[in-house]
């Protein structure tokens, strides 16, 4: 059984760029969910895919989107980079939509400059 | 709308100390409740979740947490803690709602001395 992997773990951007980080699930999970972690803070929820569909979303901007792919890994897209998006962002998967045991990643680390 | 409140930022204590970390919840429907646990550089790990049934939950580690409806309250215990325990813990609750999407509050920072 593999964990919650994430990729990059560090990742530095200039305001203005794009941004792509992945997720790939545990196996035999169909729920992945996106959180931003700014410092000193706890994590707030981005959005969440089941089987590929989105069935929730935070209140962020357009600007941050997803995607869920086949075997249930998934991307976080951020266009336009700002310096409030530095942070870490976390993945988690779960068995199924409810959450009830969710695995997050270690998180990817990014710093906007 | 739900929201999780911790009303410590941090809370030192001497090793086998008992302690309480606070969380106070609100919601206008029926939640799911977890702890979750945060070391330097590391993800979340759950550390216990109340679904249903007993009020009472516990973790293999020795923390306890008790469910109160009427307070809206879920905190988090242990009866003595070791300096392997100093880490951030996070409180949350999920609405059983379309997305059950996890809302954190923002974090108290256990630091247990020698």
């Known amino acids: 059984e593999t964990g919650v992997t994430q990729s990059p773990t560090h990742l530095i951007k200039t305001r203005g760029q794009q941004v792509t980080l992945r997720c790939s699930s545990q196996s035999g999970h169909n729920t992945v969910s996106w959180y931003q972690q700014a410092l000193g803070q706890g994590p707030q929820f981005i959005f969440q895919?089941?089987?590929?569909?989105?069935?929730g979303r935070g209140n962020f901007p357009p600007r941050f989107s997803g995607l869920q792919f086949p075997n249930y890994s998934s991307e976080l897209n951020v266009n336009a980079l700002e310096l409030d998006d530095s942070a870490l962002y976390l993945c988690?998967?779960?068995?199924?939509?409810?959450?009830?045991?969710?695995?997050f990643g270690q998180g990817t680390r990014l710093t906007v400059v | 709308a739900q929201s999780v409140t911790q009303l410590d930022s941090q809370v030192p204590v001497f090793e086998e100390a008992p302690v309480e970390l606070r969380c106070n919840y609100s919601?206008?429907?029926?939640?799911?409740l977890f702890w979750y646990v945060q070391y330097p550089n590391q993800g979340l790990q759950l550390l216990l979740k109340y679904l249903s049934g007993s009020t009472l939950v516990e973790s293999i580690n020795g923390f306890e947490a008790e469910f109160n409806k009427s307070q809206t309250s879920f905190h988090l215990r242990k009866p003595s803690v070791h300096i392997s325990d100093t880490a951030e813990y996070f409180c949350a609750v999920s609405e059983m709602d379309s997305s059950y999407k996890l809302i954190f509050g923002s974090g108290t920072r256990l630091l247990v001395r020698p």
């Open positions: 895919y089941y089987r590929e569909e989105k069935n």
């Open positions: 919601s206008s429907v029926s939640v799911y």
């Open positions: 988690a998967s779960s068995l199924d939509r409810t959450n009830t045991e969710a695995f």
